[in-house]
C-alpha cells in the first residue's frame, strides 16, 4: 500500500523531480474518489529553506527524518551529483530501506541509493548522462542506460526527469491499481504508460580514433555511408590486410568496423528523420542500409525506436502520412 510517502530532500534539490514526487503522491485526490495518502517532506532541519538547482529558489521541509518512520515509500528527488551526501540523510534512507519501505528515485537520486548502500547486486537506472558516473561509483550495481526505470521491487530507479512520471505511476498502479493510476495520470495530462526507453534520447557523437593511423579512413567511410563497405575494401583503403585492419581498428575505437558502420549510417537516419521529409527507402539508400526493412531492423536495435516513431517524436518538419 501507499498510505505514508515521504519525500526526502538534501541541499541543491532538482525542482522538477521533486514537483514529479509531489504532483503523482502529495494532492489531495480524495473528492474524486482516489485513496488519502499521507504526505511528508522531509530534511535534516525543518523549518529551514534548503538551496535547489534553480537559481534563487529554495524548499523548506516541514518535516525531520524522523517523519520518515514507518513510510510505506520514500521518495528521493534529484540532486546535484556528489560523494559527500550528508550521512543523516543516507542513514535513515538506509533505515527505512530496512524497515521494509520501498525506495523510489528519481534521476540523480540514485547516487543517495548507491550511497545508502542499495545498490549493490541489483538493476538500477538514472539519466543517461550520469549512468557511466554511477557505474564508476556503484560497481557492485548493474546500471541499464537504455530503460525508463527499473522496478526491483523495494527499489525502484529512473532515468532522467519525465521519466519520474513513469516510475512514480508504475508505482501507483503496482500497489493501488490501474483505475488509481489512470486517474492520476489523466489529471497530469501523460499517458498512464510510455513505450520506449531512453536510449532514443541518449546522444550518439562519432566514436574518435585514439591515434592517427584510421584516421583518414574513419573520414572516408563518414562521407561514403551510401556505398557497400566491406571489410577487404576498408583495410585496403587502410594500406593494410584484413586481420591487421580489424585488429587495429578494436583497439583504436573500442569497437569493430560493422558496429561503428552501423551507428554512424543510424545516426544519419536520425538526422535526416529529424530535418527532412524524406520517405523511409530514400533514407536507407542515403545511410547505406539498401532497404527500408533493413533501416527499422538496424535503428530499432540502436535506438529502440521504430523510425516512424522516433520522426513522430523529434521530427521539426511536417511529414506526408503514409511517407514513414
Known amino acids: ?9 538534501v541541499d541543491r534539490a532538482a525542482m522538477f523531480e521533486f514537483g514529479v514526487v509531489c504532483e ?43 517523519a520518515i518512520s514507518g513510510a510505506d515509500l520514500v521518495a528521493v528527488p534529484a540532486a546535484s551529483v556528489r560523494e559527500d551526501f550528508d550521512p543523516e540523510v543516507v542513514g535513515a534512507i538506509r533505515a527505512a530501506s530496512d524497515a521494509g519501505a520501498t525506495i ?13 548502500g542499495l545498490l549493490d547486486g541489483r538493476r538500477c537506472t538514472t539519466h543517461w548522462r550520469y549512468v557511466d558516473q554511477l557505474a564508476t561509483m556503484f560497481p557492485e550495481a548493474t546500471v541499464d542506460p ?57 546522444e550518439q557523437p562519432i566514436v574518435e580514433c585514439r ?16 556505398q557497400p563497405q566491406s571489410i577487404d575494401d576498408l583495410a585496403a583503403h587502410a594500406t593494410m590486410s584484413t586481420r591487421t585492419f580489424a585488429r587495429r581498428f578494436a ?19 536520425k538526422t535526416l528523420l529529424e530535418d527532412s521529409d524524406l520517405g523511409l527507402e530514400t533514407i536507407a539508400e542515403r545511410c ?31 511529414v506526408a502520412v503514409g511517407s514513414v
Open 1 to 9: 500500500m501507499l498510505s505514508k510517502v515521504a519525500a526526502v530532500l
Open 24 to 66: 503523482v503522491f502529495g494532492l489531495d485526490r480524495t473528492a474524486e474518489g482516489l485513496p488519502a495518502i499521507d504526505f511528508r517532506v522531509c530534511g535534516t532541519r525543518p523549518g529551514v529553506p534548503l538551496r535547489t538547482s534553480s537559481p534563487g529558489v529554495t524548499i523548506t521541509p516541514d518535516f525531520g527524518l524522523d
Open 104 to 116: 523510489l528515485t528519481v534521476c540523480s537520486g540514485a547516487f543517495l541509493a548507491g550511497a545508502a
Open 146 to 202: 537504455d530503460v525508463l526505470f527499473v522496478d526491483e521491487g523495494n527499489l525502484i530507479t529512473s532515468a532522467g526527469t519525465a521519466a519520474g512520471i513513469d516510475a512514480s505511476l508504475h508505482l501507483v498502479r503496482r500497489e493501488l491499481g490501474t483505475v488509481v493510476a489512470n486517474a492520476i495520470a489523466r489529471r497530469m495530462v501523460v499517458p498512464p504508460q510510455r513505450d520506449g526507453g531512453q536510449r532514443q534520447f541518449i
Open 211 to 226: 591515434s592517427d593511423s584510421l584516421a583518414s579512413t574513419l573520414a572516408w567511410m563518414t562521407a561514403n555511408l551510401d
Open 251 to 269: 583497439a583504436e575505437t573500442g569497437t569493430t568496423p560493422v558496429k561503428w558502420l552501423t551507428n554512424q549510417r543510424v545516426l544519419l537516419a
Open 288 to 318: 547505406g542500409f539498401g532497404s527500408g526493412a533493413l533501416l527499422r531492423h538496424h535503428f530499432n536495435k540502436v535506438v529502440g525506436l521504430a523510425p516512424a516513431d522516433y520522426r513522430r517524436r523529434f521530427g521539426c518538419r511536417d
